[in-house]
């Protein structure tokens, strides 16, 4: 699949989640004025991976079904182990807390390192740790709470999190040497939402509404297919979100959220000497929304976003042509599931698009470049016990580019998931 297999891997290994979802409290201790809590979870799935066989009709720059050897491996899925340390108190009027997160995986990587690249699977191997949390709250129930340091973003968050293979695997992503995370839907129906560095504040609730904002590490652009380099910022990345949330899951039959966000920033060419006519600053913005419904054992989620700037499966990944035009994207999925008792059985399906930019549309029946990336998922997921969940997925994936190639990616998965 060209160079796209880069971006696979480093995605893979960088998309890592914390346990936001996890089915019980944690671990609380109280240590004078501070209540600790400990949470985490472990997993683990056997993973088959069907992919076609390379031709001149399989590349597909960006795409994300493989295109190789068929593979078997005993891998993370879209979550990575975890675990999170959280302290909080009460100190003049104000609520504090502090979170840390680390991440250690299953899987092998050279030498024990962070596991940023593909992974290692060799004999005398260990995996990597990544602080993917650290950061401090204050504020009070009256006014909202500030958020000071890396956690998750808002732009999508909702996404990833309603996302039925974030307990499982979703696309099995380098799966002949896996890294610490699967791509569950990433690039399938959502951009990750990713975890950086941030000012935020937050609202408190009022009548099942609430809004965030804040300002962010800006990210640079980066593309698989031109050298260019857009990594100068004069300003921040800029997130915000607002949602409504209601019903009462204790009393009322019908329960569910709304939500709205957006990502915007600037990216620009360090100085230098350019060709004439080249962009040297760019504008990516991208709005995002969904509706989430349970009712009985019902759930129905529904997501989309669009963009222009921002690219595809990450963000702000290949979001300009070689000539520094921006391209627009857009995608998004739909989701239902059914519980029985313990059971849970769920249908998925996502699609992400990328569009070619205006100075690239006389390459539209040749290039390799990505038109779109789709996946489809058949999920069950039984509670063994409140903390553990045991888990089968199948998982066709397609990547298609604009000049006609594609390649196809058929998955299984069967393991399980720890919550503490």
Known sequence: MKTSTKLVVALSAALWLVPMTRAVAGIDVTAGDWKLDFSGNVNGFYVGASCDTPSSTTGVTGGLACAGDNSTSVRNGLLPAALVFSATTRQDDFDIDVTIGFYPGINSSAAGQVNLGGGSPTALATPGIDARQAFFTFGDASWGTVKIGRDIGLFAKDAILDDMTLLGMGTASGNQAPSNTSLGRIGLGYIYTDWEPQITYTT?????????????????????DNPLDYSKHTSPQFQAGVSYSFGDPKSDALTGKVWVDVVTQQYQLPSGTYPTGLSTSNDGTAVDGGVKLD?????????????????????????????????????????????????????????SDLKLADDEQATENTSTL??????????????????????????????????GDEARERDYALGGILFF
Do not use: C, H, M
């Not at 857009?330 to 519980?339: E, F, I, L, S």
């Open 295 to 351: 009712v009985a054992g019902f759930e129905a989620v529904l997501y989309g976003y669009t963009g222009k700037g921002v690219g595809t499966t990450g963000l702000y990944l290949d979001a300009l042509s070689a000539g520094g035009d921006t391209r627009k994207s857009d995608g998004g999925y739909v989701q239902a599931t059914y519980k029985f008792d313990k059971l849970k059985v769920g249908l998925s399906y996502g699609i």
């Open 370 to 403: 990505l038109k779109r990336n789709a996946s489809g998922v058949v999920g069950v997921y039984y509670s063994l016990t409140k903390s553990v969940t045991l888990v089968g997925e199948y998982i066709d994936t397609k990547a298609t580019a604009w000049g």
């Open 204 to 224: 408190p609730s009022f009548s099942g509404f609430a809004a965030s904002a804040g300002v962010f590490q800006p990210l640079d652009e980066f593309n698989q």
